[in-house]
């Protein structure tokens, strides 16, 4: 019986011969010669893949685990790597040593060549007296003395607010609301802190820490949103002015500049209503905003630098009336004076140095 005339009898006449023919011994010879075929076929040809894939594997693992666990190269490579990171570290504090002797420099200069140009122009007459007297140059310490330590606990305020998130809640709500409340706070606090005699210490000190506070609202976004050399280079020229300019004060002769608080003022009108422009003005007339922000900026650093000097020699002239018995001394009072200046100096700083930075980019 052959396999082939079985196949071609049809599928329902080869179901019914299946167990005859799988009985039949040339049936399970064949199948089991194709069975073997078929099997050893792939075999053989994977037994011809797998000596040269196999070696080539092993070899190349060997290679790379010889290289990376010799201790010489390990050694070799420790090495370079501690050579590469410590020249790297020398380099970068050798730049940030010579970055910060520079500013260092620079901030010099300028406390300098600001003292030399204002005394040159604005100071060629000095006091007739000779000198300051001893209660003049006490009263003058202790003003410069509180004015260091409000501006300590708004920079410390804001930071604090910064981290805490509290600023950004701020920026969130409603900005009308947000500014409108904190100058109204700002000026209660003040108006507060001034009316209270310098006697009773606990409330006029609570109320001057609650005035710094409401100004240090007003500078926190600088501290989150500004880089931090940025701030350090504006304080720095900030102190530089205002160091020149108390310093002129402090030598010229008395009462010099205490004519210019009614100009000053209206310069202060001025420059605040140029801060007012962009909300009036539409945003096509770019020049007239231009120029408004020009006077908000070199005008307002002019008009607070004058601000400057007056309130100097106002402190010295209110210690006069103090050794006279006029007036009480009061030196809360006069530091507000100059934490408002040294904060209207500093954020135009700021905001020049950052206009100069999109420039050069």
């Known amino acids: 019986m052959s396999l082939n005339i079985t196949v071609r009898q049809g599928p329902a006449r080869l179901a019914q011969r299946l167990p005859e023919l799988t009985k039949s011994p040339t049936f399970r010879a064949t199948a089991s010669r194709a069975f073997h075929q078929a099997a050893s076929a792939p075999s053989k040809q994977s037994a011809k893949l797998a000596p040269a894939f196999f070696t080539a594997r092993l070899t190349t693992a060997k290679s790379g685990l010889a290289a990376t666990t010799s201790p010489f190269a390990l050694r070799a490579a420790f090495r370079n790597g501690a050579r590469s990171f410590n020249q790297q570290t020398y380099a970068q504090t050798q730049e940030a040593s010579g970055s910060r002797l520079r500013k260092l420099v620079v901030g010099g200069a300028i406390f300098g060549g ?76 003040m108006i507060g802190t001034r009316s209270i005699s310098p006697d009773n210490y606990i409330p006029k000190y609570a109320l001057w820490t609650a005035f710094n506070a409401t100004q240090a609202a007003f500078v926190a976004p600088l501290l989150a949103f500004v880089p931090t050399a940025l701030l350090a280079r504006a304080g720095l020229y900030t102190v530089a002015m205002m160091g020149s300019l108390s310093v002129v004060g402090a030598t010229a002769k008395q009462e010099k500049y205490l004519y210019i608080g009614g100009p000053l003022l209206a310069g202060a009108a001025i ?20 120029f408004t922000e020009s006077i ?19 402190v010295l002239y209110h210690a006069r009336l103090a050794q006279a018995g006029v007036m009480r001394k009061d030196p809360v009072n006069e530091s507000i004076a100059l934490e408002l200046d040294f904060l209207n100096i500093f954020v135009r700083m700021v905001q020049i140095l950052m206009m100069q930075g999109n420039r050069r980019k």
């Open 296 to 314: 908000w900026l070199y005008g307002g650093l002019a008009v607070f630098g004058g601000f400057t000097l007056y309130d100097v020699q106002k």
């Open 114 to 189: 600001t003292l030399v140009a204002i005394n040159a122009v604005f100071n060629r007459e000095t006091r007739e007296d000779g000198g300051m007297p001893p209660y003049e140059r006490e009263y003058l310490n202790s003003t410069f003395l509180h004015t260091g330590l409000g501006i300590g606990i708004i920079g410390l305020t804001a930071r604090q607010m910064v981290q805490s998130g509290f600023v950004y809640r701020l920026m969130v709500t409603n900005p009308w609301a947000v500014g409108l409340g904190g100058l109204a706070l700002s000026f209660a606090t």
């Open 271 to 290: 420059v605040a209503a140029s801060g007012f422009a962009p909300l009036l003005i539409p945003a096509t007339a770019v020049r007239t905003l231009a």
